[in-house]
């Protein structure tokens, strides 16, 4: 009998992660005999626990919060193109003994985009927040063609410090990027993107002077059982469209799964179950 593949997400907190569901039904769906596992791991102790992982034989690594910078600094210089963009690690696995990290975040957003049939080609997006998850998501966005894309933060300066990082990574796209604060969101937008945890805590983004264009978009890379507050003030405001970032989650996971296993799993699937599951724990 074929041992299961070890594959384990690692953070801290980490006990919240959808992670194990998610993998345990890409590989009911594809027939892979795996065991996924929750690891929460103290700052200091980050490097070490990656190594014993994979010197006991373990696949792969999905990394959440605090670790993606970290998993970047340990991967280096074996990243793919999304992790070099946006400086932060999301999956790690070795190839030829080594240890290589890719950055998924950016193609699960893609990928439910266009679930939702609300490509960005095209678009004028507005992008809500500088931290790590919105790391993930510039050039990606950039590079599916978006028409212009602002990115406004609380603090001004992590907006700027993040359009200078992607301008000179990707130099051609350049012009269409801009910056500033959450007063200088005015605009009519197609995409409105929140990469704040406000959510979380029921917080809406202070972006009175953003418009939401006729079938505009807004989409919360938070989920929650029921729509996020962000959703419903979007709602409110205009957005034909609202969505959480469940669909994200689901679709970088199965980025993550190809890496390690070569197998690509249908994600519509897995995201209704987890939904199913989130309403449940909901009632």
């Not at 605090?66 to 696995?93: E, H, I, M, W």
Request: hydrophobic share 45%.
């Amino acid at each position: 009998m074929t041992s299961p593949r070890h594959c384990a997400v690692i953070g801290n907190p980490i006990d919240h992660s959808r992670s194990p569901f998610i993998h345990e039904q890409f590989a009911k769906q594809t027939g892979l005999a795996l065991r996924y596992d929750k690891i929460r791991a103290q700052a200091g102790e980050f490097d070490a626990v990656v190594a014993d992982f994979f010197r006991r034989g373990g696949v792969g690594l999905n990394v959440t919060l605090p670790f993606k910078g970290k998993a970047y600094a340990l991967a280096r210089p074996r990243l793919d193109d999304s992790a070099t963009l946006a400086l932060a690690v999301n999956t790690l696995y070795r190839r030829d003994d080594a240890l290589c990290g890719a950055n998924t975040d950016g193609g699960g957003l893609l990928a439910d985009l266009e679930r939702l049939r609300a490509s960005p080609a095209d678009k004028r997006v507005l992008l809500i927040g500088a931290g790590g998850a919105a790391r993930g998501i510039v050039a990606p966005l950039l590079l599916a063609g978006c028409g212009s894309l602002r990115i406004v933060n609380r603090h001004a300066e992590r907006a700027h410090a993040l359009r200078r990082q992607v301008q000179e990574a990707l130099p051609t796209a350049a012009a269409r990027l801009s910056s500033g604060s959450l007063d200088q969101s005015t605009g009519d937008w197609d995409v409105v993107i929140n990469a704040t945890s406000g959510s979380l805590t029921g917080e809406v983004p202070d972006i009175a002077d953003a418009r939401y264009a006729p079938g505009a978009l807004a989409y919360d890379l938070v989920y929650a059982a029921g729509p996020t507050a962000f959703m419903v003030d979007a709602r409110d405001k205009g957005a034909r469209v609202v969505s959480d970032g469940l669909g994200m989650l689901v679709a970088q996971a199965a980025e993550s799964f190809a890496i390690w296993h070569g197998l690509h799993p249908a994600t519509a699937p897995v995201l209704a179950a987890l939904r199913q599951a989130l309403d449940a724990e909901r009632q």
